[in-house]
């Protein structure tokens, strides 16, 4: 059984969760019986994608590659790897197409062979007035999933959500929960941390609900002089999140580190008192599995995937309610033994999840398309 996976998210995230989800599905499946993985890719800046096959691709400059295809670089590297994929698709070596992101370029020229969708996540759908009017992601999603001949949802909570808005048979969708790559790493390079910090990690869009977290532990940063606030990845403070911590006076206690690998991560997490998660909504929640795998207790909303995923090993607060986040975050910051038990749990918790369970059950995702 051949699959063939495409470019897209090769193409568009150097780093990222959905890459390292193909990566891994991949590194995985090549490793069993019967079943031949490949994945359509000429040119890739992707760091997991590069790890994975062993080598450091070298691009043309952006001057060369932009003049080539009129396009920027970005831009023109889709081009060429769009083309190819759409060649191997033409030339039909494969049972099973499984695109890596949504947009239907291989829509015209995929037939008779069937394609798997995995579906991370509703955000579009559940924010639209949050997205920028030019991201027509919702409209390519839509059209992939009622083309599908089978989609792979990464939570319950998202096979609800697909149900909900484009209201597909349930049968058509299987439950496939993802899991975590990190692991207790010994540090490459020691971080100059804060004694006493709590983590946040990723991006601060809109629906990570940042900006009311901060203020609601705006009180507790203020009256406890010796801790403070990481915020991890995502990029630099931007002008009105500065502006912010002014107003809120926590300026010198909210601390912006880039994640330079997972050895920078797996630090943060170890040395945190707490890992805070305060999102509006997620697919899933990568960063949950993430703090149990070093050890570090995790506070987070109690809505979307998150209880999905944290089951026990989490304090839930509602990400709506100031006085609600502030509590549980003090209660795990004053509380030793709380602390200790939270990461207890959190380790139990994390064995439920693995790479292997995520591509044996997508493997027989693939066996029963072909048993047809």
Known sequence: MKILYDHQIFTSQKYGGISRYFCELYSHLITMDTIHPEISVVYSENCYYQELFHQRLILPDQKTLGKYLNFGKNI???KINEYNCKNQIRHGNFDIFHPTNYNT???KTLKPHPYVLTVYDMIHELFPDMVKRRDNTAIQKKKAIECATKIIAISDNTKTDIIKFYDIEPQKIEVIHLATSLKKYTPDIFLNLPQKYILFVGNR?????FTFFLTSISCLLNDEKN???ICAGGGVFSDDEIHLLNDLKIKKRVLHYPIVNDSTLSQLYRKAI????PSLYEGFGIPVLEAFSCGCPVAASNCSSLPEVGGEAVNYFDPNNSDSIQKVV?????????QDSLRTYGYQRLK?????????TTKNVYDSLLSQ
């Not at 707490?274 to 998660?277: E, G, R, S, T, Y």
């Not at 003090?330 to 709380?338: G, Y």
């Not at 439920?352 to 044996?360: D, G, M, N, Q, V």
């Open 205 to 209: 869009r809109f629906h990570k609900n």
């Open 76 to 78: 023109a590297i889709n």
């Open 330 to 338: 003090e209660d795990i910051v004053h509380n030793n033994s709380l």
């Open 352 to 360: 439920l999840f693995s790479w292997e369970k995520t591509a044996l």
């Open 227 to 229: 801790l403070c606030l």
């Open 274 to 277: 707490l890992f805070v998660f």
């Open 105 to 107: 370029y291989f829509l």
